[in-house]
C-alpha cells in the first residue's frame, strides 16, 4: 500500500485559497487519491477522488501531475467552516478495499 | 437516504468491563469497516467485511476485541474486558464492492471512556 506524507498543520484565512499537497511516491497503476475531511466529533467525510490530472467538484478541485506521485487539493476561498483535518488517501478499493489514514493535515481557518 | 448509524455515541465505562458498539451500514453496502481514531491520530483500521466474513482482521487485537456481522448488514464491535488504553472513538464505515473509485461513508463515531 502506497504511503502518503501531508503537512502536519496549516493555518490561513477567511478567502484565501488553500492547496494542501500529499505525496505518494510508491502509488500503484491502480491506485485511486481520495481526500476526506474530518470535522471535531464526527466521522471523515469523502470530498474528491481522482486518478489523474484535475478533477473538480462543488466543494474542492484535486490535481494530479503526471507522474502522480504527489496530489494537492485546492480549498477556493475558504471560510471558518472549513476548520478540519483533510486526509489523503491511496489505493484501490475493488483491491484489498483497504482505507489507510495518516495524521493528516489540521486546517486552521482564522478571520 | 439515511448514512451510517452508529449506536452508543457516548460510552463511559470501568475498566475491564465489557462493552459493545452497533454499525448498521447503508442499504446495499457489502463493505464495512470498524476503525478506532485516537485524539489528535487519523482513523486506525480494526477490521474490514465483504458481506459476513471479515476479510481483513490483521489490527484487531483478539485477545479482547471480536467482531460479527450477520446476515451481511449490522456489524457489532465488542470489547471484553475494557482496558483504560482502549479509550477512543470506534467509527464504522461503509461502502460499495467492486468499483475501484468509490469511497466510504462513516458514521459520527462511538466515543468510549475508559475509567
Known amino acids: 500500500l502506497a504511503k502518503t506524507t501531508q503537512p502536519i498543520s496549516m493555518d490561513s484565512y477567511e478567502g484565501q485559497e488553500v492547496n494542501i499537497t500529499c505525496s505518494h511516491n510508491?502509488?500503484?497503476?491502480?491506485?485511486?487519491i481520495t481526500w476526506y475531511q474530518q470535522f471535531p466529533s464526527q466521522g471523515p467525510r469523502f470530498i474528491i477522488q481522482g486518478y489523474k490530472t484535475k478533477v473538480t467538484n462543488e466543494v474542492a478541485s484535486l490535481f494530479i501531475p503526471a507522474d502522480r506521485k504527489s496530489s494537492t487539493l485546492s480549498l477556493p476561498r475558504v471560510s471558518l467552516s472549513d476548520t478540519a483535518v483533510y486526509y489523503c488517501?491511496?489505493?484501490?478499493?475493488?483491491?484489498?478495499?483497504?482505507?489507510?489514514f495518516g495524521q493528516g493535515t489540521e486546517l486552521s481557518v482564522k478571520p | 437516504e439515511a448514512g451510517v448509524v452508529q449506536s452508543p455515541r457516548y460510552k463511559i465505562i470501568e475498566k475491564k468491563q465489557p462493552v459493545a458498539f452497533w454499525c448498521n451500514p447503508i442499504s446495499g453496502h457489502n463493505t464495512l469497516y470498524w476503525y478506532r481514531q485516537n485524539l489528535g491520530q487519523g482513523p486506525e483500521l480494526l477490521i474490514r467485511?465483504?458481506?459476513?466474513?471479515?476479510?481483513?482482521d490483521s489490527q484487531l487485537p483478539k485477545d479482547r476485541f471480536s467482531a460479527e456481522r450477520l446476515k451481511g448488514v449490522d456489524s457489532t464491535l465488542k470489547i471484553q474486558p475494557a482496558e483504560l488504553g482502549d479509550s477512543a472513538v470506534y467509527l464504522c464505515a461503509s461502502s460499495l464492492r467492486g468499483r475501484a473509485n468509490t469511497e466510504a461513508f462513516f458514521g459520527q463515531g462511538t466515543r468510549l471512556t475508559v475509567v
Open positions: 467485511y465483504e458481506n459476513e466474513e471479515a476479510v481483513d
Open positions: 488517501l491511496v489505493g484501490a478499493l475493488n483491491q484489498g478495499g483497504k482505507l489507510i
Open positions: 510508491n502509488i500503484a497503476t491502480n491506485d485511486y
